[in-house]
């Protein structure tokens, strides 16, 4: 399996030089999207994947040079979405995909699929939020205030509501953020049931959203809309775990498939599980890249 301390040349590529994947199902599906890319499809996670992850998550922004990577390589592709937890506009608006060059057909599907933007027609389509989510919100700062973790100059960023569909607590602003995240959990989780909620544990932070969806279900709906054979998926954390178990399942129906993870030193599992693991968003943008231009060198 990939990890962060392989000596394998995969976490920069030199134009033009795809990284190798340590697994042979890894190997398969880049050979499938390179020698067949109208029948391939690619999604990406956005914060830690397109986007390196900053204190305040609304001045996060598509790492330079990501969105003209995937306008180069996206127009030979059967399809591409970006799957985030974020609300679907939000990301277009971070990730500045909105009438980019070759990416008039990039689908962003958010809040784990439940929103979807399209660039054809540039409009979000979204159900009612869950009535569990605004309950949640009248509640949280008294949760919050009960903890004792509810203090200082971080609190004034440490929650980010996510279009009155999910909340987001983060506590990378904490005086001590593993510890603000470990005694949020427990009273969060409590919470988060009481309305019908969950909560995903992310990098320092714990979103609640209403169950039911996940990058899984998303990814995998997706890749049969689109009729794609081979599918390849980059993510960062715990919540891509679904989206990774999503392409072994479609890799056992038959399809090909690869995994890449983007490494950092928060979030091990995925290393664990990919077939690639790249140095963080620089090392995503560069497989794009690399990708794009072995396509156009035929």
């Given at each position: ?29 880049i ?36 969105t003209a ?50 660039a ?17 919100q ?94 390849l ?66």
């Amino acid at each position: 399996m990939g990890s962060l301390s392989n000596d394998a040349p995969q976490s920069s590529p030199t134009p033009h030089s795809v990284p190798t994947p340590t697994t042979a199902a890894g190997r398969e599906g880049i050979a499938a999207l390179l020698a067949r890319p109208e029948r391939a499809a690619i999604a990406l996670d956005f914060d830690g994947t397109l986007a390196d992850i900053v204190p305040d998550p609304e001045k996060a922004r598509a790492h330079p040079g990501a969105t003209a990577a995937l306008g180069r390589l996206v127009p030979r592709l059967r399809a591409a979405a970006v799957i985030t937890g974020r609300p679907a506009g939000v990301a277009v608006r971070l990730a500045g995909v909105a009438h980019a060059p070759g990416l008039e057909h990039l689908v962003v599907l958010g809040h784990y699929g439940t929103e979807r933007w399209e660039a054809a027609s540039g409009a979000v389509q979204a159900p009612p939020p869950h009535p569990g989510v605004a309950a949640v919100q009248a509640e949280l700062p008294a949760v919050l205030e009960d903890t004792g973790v509810w203090h200082g100059p971080w609190v004034e960023t440490a929650v980010e509501l996510k279009g009155g569909r999910a909340l987001a607590v983060h506590t990378r602003r904490a005086a001590d953020p593993q510890d603000a995240f470990d005694r949020l959990r427990g009273p969060l989780t409590t919470l988060a049931e009481r309305h019908g909620l969950i909560v995903e544990p992310g990098r320092l932070v714990l979103e609640l959203r209403p169950p039911g969806m996940d990058k899984g279900v998303a990814l995998a709906d997706w890749v049969r809309e689109t009729g794609a054979k081979t599918v390849l998926y980059a993510g960062d954390d715990l919540g891509d775990l679904a989206a990774f178990a999503a392409v072994e399942k479609l890799r056992a129906e038959g399809l090909t498939g690869v995994l890449v993870c983007s490494g950092n030193n928060e979030v091990t599992e995925l290393a664990e599980r990919a077939d690639l693991v790249v140095d963080g968003p620089a090392g995503v943008v560069g497989l794009l890249d690399a990708l794009a231009g072995r396509l156009a060198a035929g």
